[in-house]
């Protein structure tokens, strides 16, 4: 039964650090990603994103926990996981001495794609991802972009039947982007199965068939991006006149979403998320002005990952942020 | 296991080709640490150069060169560390780990690597130490033995720079690091002889493996000088020691710096 699934864990924990500092980044995470399908692991700085990718793709071992990857043990098996494996990581880990196609008849080397095989698939990725007029120029020269491109080529050199992306698109404008995403979704109708991680709603959206919400190491939520959005529901916001105003719009805003109201009082703002469906702007406005709430400005939309947290875990997402020596910064 | 220590030598080919392509991209690394070794060996050959009187009234540029040799030799320990700190800081030890590559390969592939860019090197090297009058005076066999002694040298100490650079995880770091170990060089025979030092010093710098080396160059290349009449047994059997030093040093760092590539340290 694990030979439907290409991404197969149970339970997996990871704690780095001792007493103070200890840091449970992991705890207990399972996931079951069927083959050929993409998975957005969706979560906030330090939700454990990469450290999950980390243990998946053999560059770390779980405190507990089971994993397969493409029917392989990542503890007891890891040389024929790599064989199956594709990886990009969150920082552009390429060779910027080398030129892109340099480092890419690297990794074809490295993949024992060797002679006019390597060479061949090498200008196909440059071709595909736009880099041939780049090609023979030091990677020190690209553009960020440019340099998460060549990455991304580097780590499908081999075809991989499982592909790990960290944050494929994170500071990338939006030409870049959808390159990567048109790519991505190319490689999922090849049959590759993709888990990629994101810090971004839409592009778990765009991209993914199921989503893993993840927070403080463990899923929060599965489901697909229509079943997360229903779930999620909308987010109701109103701006008012006055700062006197704001306990006024939260006694009405909080029995009409079915959910505590979140009170903003720099930007005299009250927000709510709400799932009742049955909900329209019109209402909210109605009800707000009958009880005589002068308000500036009104909406209801869907809700920004932060809110999304507050609302499904109760947690707010800013509780780690600052924290991620699981990366070394780039060197500039 | 077979079936990945069988891919130990194309792998690490195609990483020392890496290492080989990013010196030729970057020419202006290999230059600069070809010029220190010059500098040193003017800058000591000539302003203490007339100061230090050698035993028996030898030529102290003669007897420098070979020091210089060792010393030149021994920076696999600072060029190792740093390439193998940059790799991991900037994420590319990880992204070879993803790889079905021999664990080896990598640290093995960037040694040879260095022993290759070395070898290069010497060649002005050698040149310059012609101009300041240093000649090999003991044939051509023992100073091709004397050559391979430098060869093993730098290999040795890729590999534990390697290891330390893997340790450290950031340039920063190793460089520091790496101006540090100028004492090392400061601790050895290269520069000046130990007949002079008190005794606890002497024992010291005659332990020290780079002594052995600069004394085995010294004789093979036929160069040598009377040393200390009580000199330490690595200094008396200079060969034998430099290869002996080799071959634990080897047999400590090789396995450290495999294991270390295969698990790096995490948290
Ligand atoms: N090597 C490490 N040493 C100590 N703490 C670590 C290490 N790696 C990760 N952590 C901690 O574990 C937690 C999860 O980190 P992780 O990098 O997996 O988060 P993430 O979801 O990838 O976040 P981001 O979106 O910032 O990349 C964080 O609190 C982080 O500080
Ligand atoms: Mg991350």
């Known amino acids: 039964m694990t030979s439907s699934y290409a991404v197969l864990s149970e339970g997996l924990e990871k704690n780095f650090g001792s007493g103070d500092h200890r840091v449970e980044a992991l705890r207990g995470l399972d996931l079951a990603v069927p083959e050929g399908t993409i998975r957005a692991l969706l979560g906030p700085n330090g939700a454990g994103k990469t450290t999950a990718l980390r243990i998946l793709t053999t560059l770390s071992r779980p405190d507990a926990g089971t994993a397969t990857v493409a029917g392989h043990d990542v503890i007891r098996e890891p040389a024929a996981v790599r064989r199956a494996i594709g990886v990009t990581g969150q920082d552009a880990a390429v060779d910027h001495d080398l030129s892109g196609r340099e480092n890419l008849s690297l990794f074809a080397k490295l993949h024992r794609l060797r002679g006019a095989a390597g060479r061949d698939r090498a200008d196909e990725l440059l071709d595909t991802f736009g880099l041939t007029d780049a090609a023979d120029r030091p990677v020190r020269t690209y553009s960020g972009g440019m340099r998460r491109r060549l990455d991304l080529a580097a780590g499908l050199i081999s075809r991989p039947r499982v592909l790990f992306l960290d944050e494929p698109t994170t500071g990338l404008d939006p030409a870049s982007r959808n390159q990567i995403w048109a790519a991505v979704r190319d490689l999922a109708a090849e049959g590759t199965t993709v888990l990629l991680t994101t810090q971004y709603l839409e592009e778990a959206d765009q991209l993914a068939d199921d989503v893993v919400l993840i927070d403080h190491g463990v899923a929060a939520h599965t489901g697909t991006p229509a079943e997360l959005k229903a779930r999620l529901g909308a987010y109701a916001e109103v701006v008012v006149a006055d700062e006197s105003a704001l306990s006024a719009a939260a006694v009405i805003l909080g029995p009409l979403t079915g959910s505590e109201p979140v009170i903003d009082h720099e930007a005299r703002t009250v927000g709510a998320a709400t799932t009742k469906a049955e909900l329209t702007l019109p209402a909210v406005v109605r009800e707000l002005d009958a009880a005589g709430v002068p308000i500036l400005d009104a909406g209801l939309r869907r809700p920004t990952l932060d809110e999304a947290f507050l609302s499904l875990t109760g947690n707010t997402t800013g509780s780690r942020t600052g924290s991620r020596t699981a990366q070394k910064e780039p060197a500039a | ?267």
């Open chain 2, 1 to 267: 296991m077979s079936s990945t220590s069988s891919t130990l030598a194309p792998d690490s080919l195609a990483l020392l080709g890496r290492q080989l392509q990013r010196a030729r991209r970057n020419p202006a690394l290999l230059v600069m640490t070809q010029a220190m070794p010059v500098m040193l060996l003017l800058f000591f050959g000539y302003v203490f150069g007339n100061s230090v009187s050698l035993p028996g009234g030898a030529d102290y540029r003669t007897y420098l060169v070979p020091g210089v040799f060792v010393i030149t030799a021994a920076g696999g320990l600072v060029t190792g560390m740093l390439q193998a700190a940059g790799d991991t800081q900037r994420g590319v030890m990880d992204r070879l780990r993803t790889l079905p590559v021999s664990r080896a390969a990598a640290p093995l592939g960037q040694a040879t690597a260095d022993v290759l860019l070395f070898a290069i090197g010497m060649i002005p090297l050698v040149a310059v130490g012609y101009a300041v009058g240093w000649r090999i005076e003991g044939g051509f066999g023992p100073a091709a033995g004397a050559f391979g002694l430098l060869l093993l040298l730098r290999f040795v100490t890729a590999w534990i720079g390697i290891l330390v650079g893997m340790k450290l995880g950031s340039e920063e770091a190793a460089g520091q690091l790496g101006s540090v170990t100028f004492i090392l060089q400061l601790l050895c025979n290269a520069y000046v002889p130990t007949a002079g030092m008190p005794g606890w010093l002497q024992a010291v710098v005659e332990w020290n493996p780079l002594s052995s080396f600069v004394t085995a160059c010294r004789d093979l290349f036929g160069n040598a000088t009377a040393g200390a009449a009580d000199a330490a047994w690595v200094i008396e059997h200079p060969v034998v020691a430099s290869l002996g030093w080799s071959v634990l040093l080897l047999a400590i760092f090789v396995p450290l710096a495999v294991r270390r590539y295969a698990r790096p340290a995490e948290g």
